[in-house]
């Protein structure tokens, strides 16, 4: 496909901090396979100062460059932006998401969408009503390795009926020696491990033991222990089990250990016929998978390339989406959201982690 059949989009991104530069470095990154034109028309953040020095490192070669705005309500409205790419942290995206919901524009919404799906239905039901596309930016979910492994758990059944999955994202954060009103410490923000990384662990769970999701998929029960500093979780371990079966996935996260940096598996899934290992610096961005035979088969390793962060998958889909009038994504649905959040709430509900927004 020529590049100007490609499917093209208008970006306003809000928020300036670590994942919007990646998001952005990949937006303007030149890809011989790219599914879609991206235009990097606006960024809004908390000072026009901000917004500029965020331009000037991430993506110096546009030319034009987008508009910098100071603050967010410019980069809503702007009749050059289709879709606001929401790069905040999660206590805002309700309100984020609401506020470009409300200007008519589609949304990218990082994950987690929202602290809870009450939230989250709220912001789909005024998707709904606007006829907006609106997508929680779950990005591991759109790595075409992903996909591969999907098919040779799934369609292959290359290890057989998976019975039990083991997913850790782990960082040292040093939750501690961070500001009051850091991200990952301020609880009106939604910090905790939960929402934060165990939401990836949850998903390889959720990916490789049932090859449907979101309706369509088997409900697994929740059982979930947290460590607690305050309100907000530094660990937690949720453990899904499917009753049909009694398969199971052990997902953890903890702020307080590891994360060596290096390439490292992150996931095992194991099956009646074998065992596969995935590796990558995280659980949010893996590398490659091996396949282990258990009959005694040479082990297979499966790798796809990733020229920058792997966040232009998601944004190429989200663009093929909107081209073709669909208002939400096959492979992120509205409802898939909603179930990952309810699982976070029950885990939040039997671990003890709170936010302001749960009374
Ligand atoms: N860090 C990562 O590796 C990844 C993060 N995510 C998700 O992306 C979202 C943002 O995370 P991340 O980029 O790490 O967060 P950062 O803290 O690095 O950036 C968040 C940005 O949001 C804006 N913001 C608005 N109000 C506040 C506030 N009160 N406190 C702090 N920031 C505020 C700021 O931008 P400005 O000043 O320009 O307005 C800030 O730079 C989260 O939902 C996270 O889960 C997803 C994938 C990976
Ligand atoms: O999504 C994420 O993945 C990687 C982590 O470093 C980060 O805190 C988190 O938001």
Redesign the pocket.
């Known amino acids: 496909m020529s590049s100007s059949s490609l499917p093209s989009l208008r970006w306003g991104l809000v928020g300036t901090g670590?994942?919007s530069s990646w998001f952005v470095a990949d937006l303007a990154l030149v890809r011989p396979n790219a599914k879609a034109k991206h235009i990097i028309a606006a960024i809004g953040s908390s000072s026009k100062e901000k917004g500029e020095a965020f331009v000037k490192r991430w993506i110096p070669q546009l030319s034009p460059g987008p508009k910098v705005y100071a603050g967010y309500d410019a980069v809503y409205h702007a009749s050059d932006v289709d879709i606001v790419y929401i790069g905040t942290p999660h206590g805002f995206h309700k309100q984020h998401c609401l506020y470009a919901i409300e200007a008519g524009k589609h949304v990218l919404c990082e994950?987690a969408f929202a602290l809870n799906a009450r939230e989250a239905k709220e912001v789909f039901a005024a998707a709904q009503k606007k006829g907006v596309f609106v997508m929680e930016a779950m990005w591991t979910r759109f790595f075409p390795l992903v996909h591969q492994l999907h098919r040779v758990v799934h369609e292959e059944k290359a290890i057989g009926d998976v019975h039990r999955v083991f997913a850790d994202?782990s960082?040292d954060?040093n939750i501690a020696s961070l500001d009051a009103d850091s991200r990952?410490k301020n609880p009106a923000l939604g910090a905790g491990t939960l929402l934060?990384?165990c939401i990836?662990s949850i998903t390889w769970g959720l990916l490789m033991l049932d090859a449907d999701i979101a309706t369509e998929a088997e409900r697994p029960d929740i059982k979930a222990v947290q460590t607690l500093s305050g309100p907000i979780d530094v660990a937690s371990t949720v453990l899904l089990f499917y009753p049909s079966t009694g398969r199971h996935a052990i997902c953890t996260s903890t702020a307080m250990c590891k994360h060596s940096g290096e390439i490292d598996v992150f996931a095992r899934i194991e099956g009646t016929l074998g065992y596969i290992t995935v590796e990558g610096v995280?659980a949010?961005c893996p590398t490659a998978f091996t396949v282990y035979d258990k009959a005694g088969g040479s082990a297979r390793r499966f790798t796809v390339p990733k020229p920058g962060f792997g966040l232009y998958w998601e944004a190429d889909a989200v663009a093929q989406d909107i081209a073709a009038g669909r208002m939400e994504s096959a492979v992120m649905p509205r409802v898939e959201t909603v179930r990952v959040l309810e699982m976070l709430d029950e885990a939040r509900r039997q671990g003890g982690a709170q936010f302001p927004i749960d009374d």
């Open positions: 670590q994942i994950k994202l960082l954060q990952l934060d990384i990836y995280s949010s």
